[in-house]
Nanobody, 121 residues
Framework: QVQLVESGGGLVQAGGSLTVSCAGS????????VAWFRQAPGKEREFVAA????????SYTNSVKGRFTISRDNAKNTVYLQMNSLKPEDTAVYYC??????????????WGQGTQVTVFS
């Protein structure tokens, strides 16, 4: 069983930066892809970024390409999402998930509780 805990969310001004973290416990994240999803009030959960554990292959949704970077630290069993040039429309609860690589939430078996990111203008 994998437990995921997100941290690092908060309040940031538009144009600013924030890094959220996803720490795995209970079992190593090796062999799993890890993704970030987000859900804004009244909207469906949407894919943000994903990273394969081997080879560090990544993918991003179009709206965050060039602004967000997903990375992982194997030794710390942790995945990060660095967010730059934040916009008010990035405001959402950010969730990390572990499972098979892809953009579909159904590929991911394990989910964290989420961390709130609020971007104000």
């Amino acid at each position: 069983q994998v437990q995921l805990v997100e941290s690092g969310g908060g309040l940031v001004q538009a144009g600013g930066s924030l890094t959220v973290s996803c720490a795995g416990s209970g079992r190593t994240l090796s062999g799993y892809a890890v993704a970030w999803f987000r859900q804004a009030p009244g909207k469906e959960r949407e894919f943000v970024a994903a990273i394969r554990w081997i080879g560090a292959i990544t993918s991003y949704t179009n709206s965050v390409k060039g602004r967000f970077t997903i990375s992982r630290d194997n030794a710390k069993n942790t995945v990060y999402l660095q967010m730059n040039s934040l916009k008010p429309e990035d405001t959402a609860v950010y969730y990390c998930a572990a499972g098979r690589y892809g953009m579909d939430p159904s590929l991911y078996n394990y989910w964290g509780q989420g961390t709130q990111v609020t971007v104000f203008s």
